[in-house]
């Protein structure tokens, strides 16, 4: 019985196998953009400012194994900053992998003539505008959202106490 579980489990894991490798060659293709869409990418990533959420990535992750050392020998921190410091400068460059991991989403996305368009919006004064006013709005939003979610909160609580009350519970 064990080998004919075993052995439907293998039919089953090979069926998907082969789904996942039929369904993976169309988004190979797609994965392979071209170069000019590569470019027209990168220049959006670098007009709007996309990589800055991620700039704090590698100092975080550095900083994040520096405070796993120190909690297990605290006496080790001149050495261990003198090494994060080393690792910072040595890692920076590697913040480019996530840059061409965003330009190779945009132009798998977007098609030439899309990134094209997109380009120009934000090359033109409205796009200026937006990249430059979409943190404050982006800060604003969450802060206003935050604020709205609590203040829900404080309506909600009470109407589930009274209609828990209804069905017999004293909340």
Same mark, same amino acid.
């Given at each position: 019985? /064990?080998?004919?579980?075993?052995?439907?489990?293998?039919v089953?894991?090979?069926a998907?196998?082969?789904?996942l490798i039929? *369904?993976?060659?169309?988004?190979?293709a797609q994965q392979?953009?071209?170069?000019?869409?590569?470019?027209m990418?990168k220049e959006?990533?670098k &007009?709007t400012?996309a990589?800055?959420l %991620?700039?704090? *990535?590698?100092?975080?992750?550095?900083e994040? +194994?520096?405070?796993v050392f120190?909690q297990?020998?605290p006496s080790l921190?001149?050495d261990?900053?003198?090494?994060?410091?080393d690792? /910072?400068?040595?890692l920076?460059?590697?913040?480019?992998?996530?840059?061409?991991?965003?330009? /190779?989403?945009?132009?798998i996305? %977007?098609?030439?003539?899309? *990134?094209?368009q997109l380009l120009? %919006?934000?090359?033109?004064?409205l796009?200026v505008?937006?990249?430059?006013?979409?943190?404050? &709005?982006?800060?604003?939003s969450?802060? %206003?959202a935050q604020?709205?979610a609590?203040?829900?909160?404080?309506?909600?609580v009470p109407?589930i106490? +009274?209609?828990?009350k209804?069905?017999g519970h004293? *909340?």
């Amino acid at each position: 019985m /064990r080998v004919i579980k075993a052995l439907h489990g293998a039919v089953r894991a090979a069926a998907v196998a082969a789904a996942l490798i039929a *369904l993976a060659a169309p988004v190979q293709a797609q994965q392979k953009p071209s170069p000019r869409a590569m470019e027209m990418a990168k220049e959006i990533i670098k &007009i709007t400012g996309a990589t800055s959420l %991620f700039t704090p *990535l590698i100092p975080g992750v550095i900083e994040q +194994a520096k405070i796993v050392f120190l909690q297990q020998d605290p006496s080790l921190s001149k050495d261990l900053n003198d090494v994060a410091a080393d690792l /910072r400068t040595q890692l920076a460059p590697r913040l480019s992998e996530v840059t061409d991991e965003i330009a /190779r989403l945009y132009a798998i996305n %977007f098609t030439e003539p899309e *990134l094209k368009q997109l380009l120009a %919006f934000y090359k033109s004064p409205l796009g200026v505008k937006l990249v430059k006013d979409q943190p404050i &709005i982006a800060e604003s939003s969450v802060r %206003f959202a935050q604020d709205w979610a609590n203040k829900l909160s404080e309506q909600v609580v009470p109407m589930i106490r +009274a209609e828990m009350k209804k069905k017999g519970h004293n *909340l």
